[in-house]
């Protein structure tokens, strides 16, 4: 769903729980269909859970490699599908607006949806709506948003995301692959513009998204006490982030106080841009949203500072990665769906250290952190 629209939200979950419910009660359940030759997905989360998803692709594409795969995304995570690789068409759905998105979705026949969307009513009523012969969608504990499917695969806050993601193809009899399908070629040295890969930098990503953001991001003053000991050593300090972003980048700029060697990337940089940018760094450190699921996904040297959020659940995961948590004995820990909040939730941040931070980038192993040349640099 767009994010930080709360009030959509609430109708969303007011309305859409009893609609799917009726809908349930009085329509039959269809059955697979014999031969699949196109298959829809429903992606509308956040760009985080749209690389995890894509994991999907590949095996749908090796079990029914005529088939046609279309993916349905939103306005807010379409910036990511020029990175991924194999799936044949991708639609812009307002799905704010039901009546329009109805109306692209019937412009669009497939035998199979599958849904993505983990607690997103409208997600299961549009697979509903669409012009489809199946569809397959999560059962959530609590989110009463299951009945229209006529495939139920049950979510469980137990296990991985990808994990549960990768059970919502179960049922077309194929398993999926561990790995994001980004594409191959993705980084080119000769594209880069607003950085030099032979000056060593390291990314910053400072912003989250979503329900209550500020409470998923770290303290100022450890990014700049990182960013100084890191200029001390010879790296550059560029801050990623969208436009959005561009203005708070702007400041945090100001405040490290060394414009020689802090460059601000939100705003100036595409997504696309980005990802060539992150290829070419020496590390990157970041809150846990799209951007650290996205340099995992490269192979980056990522460390996650993930504090409220769950890494057992949205951990960043890879062979060159480091998740930095705050335990569920110390506060943090709790969110599974991204809207957990306690109520009079303290922030819990600032107990994920810069000295813990700054300990991984020069001790980590060998097996997680494979830059020889950032750990000499250290």
Known sequence: MERNQNILKQLDRVIGSPLLWLIGLLCKKRMQPIEINSIGIFAFAAIGDSILSSSLLTALKRKFPSSKIIIFCSKSNAAIYPLIDSFDQLVILPITNPLESWRLLRQYPVDVIIDTSQWFRMGALYAWLANAKWSIGFSTPSQCRHYAYDEIVQHSDQIHELENFQKLITPLGCSSSQSPALRKDLKNTNKLVLVNPEEPYIIFHPWASGTNCAMREWPEQYWFSLAHELIKQGFKVCISGSSADQDRAQEFAIKINNPAYVMVLAGNASLKELANILVHAKACISVNTGIAHLSAALDVPTIALNGPTNSKRWGIR??????????????????????????????????????????HLVNGNKTIFKSNTLQSSL
């Open 318 to 359: 890879g062979g060159n990665v480091i998740n930095l948590d705050v335990s569920k004995e110390e506060g943090g820990a709790f969110l599974s769906l991204g809207f957990e909040y306690p109520q009079n939730s303290p922030y819990i941040m600032d107990k994920i250290l810069d000295e813990a931070v700054l300990t």
